[in-house]
């Protein structure tokens, strides 16, 4: 399988994005923007899982996409909460 122009394109983007949430989660200045560039990880990394279930044609990673998904999603409110109660 070859990769082809608009493919390679999106999996430059995806690093590029992976690369600046990376910096903002490592040198964030408050707790909140690390949680941010934390979530935009888990959403760079189910699209890169999505655009793997594309490529190979297996709905597989579909599913697990979703599991990671809604997991991230859950976790991410949870530190949200945690931070909100630490701050009254």
Known sequence: MTIS???????????????????RLFLGPTTPDRVVAADTLSVITTAGLAGMAAYFNNPIYLDIAL???????????????????NQK
């Open 67 to 85: 599991v990671y998904g809604t997991l991230a999603f859950v976790g991410t409110v949870a530190i949200a909460r945690a931070i909100e109660g």
């Open 5 to 23: 122009t608009l493919e390679f394109i999106a999996i430059a983007l995806l690093l590029v994005g992976m690369g600046f949430s990376a910096i």
